[in-house]
């Protein structure tokens, strides 16, 4: 008999973790993990601090503290246009990964079927398939940046459950547009799907695209699961504070499988991102201007290196394109730019369906780095025209 459950058996740790650990291993510059190691803004430190300080170290309500889930509420009507239930809609989870893996367990079952959207986030796939749920696959146009519909809508059969988005987008950079997501919206109408939607990187967009929540569209709000947090607003990626807003009926399960699993969200932390929330309005704009910058930076020095960048809409992501170099697949591409370099990227094969052969002549940068990290990792990129 197997020690190993078979929903471990073809999962193993993430390109992203190995490309990690192998640039460490060389001092390198790791532009593959989203680590976001960019200055934390001080009211968020402050507020944990003064919560340790203070004691508080229980354990909060399954929920999450009420104080911040009123105030992720109040964002959520003032920014995204969509109005919550802080008692019976919300809940603080162990980041947007924990929103998206409790809101899988209370809605899905084993042997049900899910769209998820490529280039997709890694772990959104391997919740799916951890938790017994068939994922099937549909495309973003990279070059167009929309959906490829047909794609899509090639996948519905009379299993499919849902389709998981992720707007703006981790790793392609759509930003999706009202007129993608009100097809989206008429699609789960006719085959009565739910809507798994991960706005995490809702603040960093460009171009003058602006970030629409997929439940403010059509009839969505009722068949949406929507995903958020703050690793990435606060560069916090390490705190785990995200949260979950979704129709009461499917929060009562929601939550409790965010108290199973996780207890709740750690208590000094909730209190960190609660004070963060009082953050001036321009906070978010310098954010968003200085990853316009980092964007430019990168994507100009992948182009006079030799690489065709797919300029982002959102997010802090950029697919690149090696195929000039003549590297033999991603894995030798990320491998060589790590030897020459000393830079890491994440293979492209690590968002799209294993095994397809799609994304083998992709590499994803990840930008959020301290400006003058940033300008060394484009010197070497540079370096590299073939």
């Known amino acids: 008999m197997s020690r190993i459950a078979d929903r471990m058996t073809h999962l193993v740790q993430s390109d992203i973790r190995r490309l990690t650990i192998e640039c460490d291993k060389i001092g ?14 001080p009211l968020v430190k402050q507020g944990a601090i003064d919560a340790i300080e203070q ?13 911040l889930r009123c105030k992720i509420s109040d964002k959520l009507k003032q920014f995204n246009g969509l109005e919550y239930n802080p008692d019976t809609e919300l809940c603080v989870t162990v980041g947007s990964s924990g929103a998206f893996a409790c809101g899988v367990l209370a809605t899905l079952n084993p042997g049900d079927e899910v769209i998820l959207i490529e280039p997709f986030y890694g772990y959104h796939l391997n919740t799916l398939i951890m938790a017994g749920i068939t994922p099937r696959y549909g495309r973003i146009d990279l070059t167009a940046m929309t959906l490829d519909r047909s794609s899509i809508e090639a996948q519905v059969n009379g299993r499919t459950r849902g389709i998981v988005i992720c707007t703006p987008s981790n790793p392609g950079g759509i930003v999706y547009s009202t007129t ?25 967009t460009y171009d003058g695209h602006k970030h629409t929540s997929a439940a403010t569209v059509g009839k969505l709000r009722e068949r949406t699961l929507l995903m958020g947090g703050y690793s990435k607003t606060f560069s916090i990626t390490g705190w785990r504070i995200g949260y979950l807003a979704a129709p009461a009926d499917i929060m009562d399960k929601a939550a ?7 207890i709740c969200a750690p208590h000094p932390l909730q209190h960190g991102v609660l004070a963060g929330l009082d953050a001036p309005a321009d906070y978010y704009e310098h954010m968003r201007r200085d990853y316009e910058t980092g964007r430019a930076m990168i994507c100009d020095a992948l182009e006079a290196g030799g690489f065709k960048p797919y300029r982002p809409q959102g ?30 990227a994440i293979p492209g094969s690590a968002f799209y369906e294993p095994g397809s052969g799609r994304g083998s002549q992709l ?12 300008e060394e990792a484009c010197r070497r990129i540079r370096g590299l025209r073939p």
Not at 28 to 41: A, E, K, R
Not at 363 to 374: G, I
């Open 363 to 374: 590499l994803r940068f990840c930008y959020a780095k301290e400006l003058p990290v940033l």
């Open 180 to 204: 993608d997501l009100q097809w989206l919206a008429d699609l789960a109408e006719k085959h009565d799907l739910l809507v798994y939607s991960d706005e995490i990187y809702e603040y960093i």
């Open 256 to 262: 409790v499988a965010s108290d199973l699993l996780y």
């Open 28 to 41: 390198g510059i790791n532009l593959g993990q989203g680590i976001c190691d960019l200055p934390t803004h």
């Open 315 to 344: 997010s802090y992501y950029v697919m690149a394109d090696f195929s000039k170099h003549g590297w033999q697949d991603d894995r030798q591409a990320a491998t060589e730019l790590l030897k020459r370099a000393k830079v890491a």
């Open 55 to 67: 004691g508080k170290a229980t354990y909060t309500h399954a929920r999450g503290l009420i104080e």
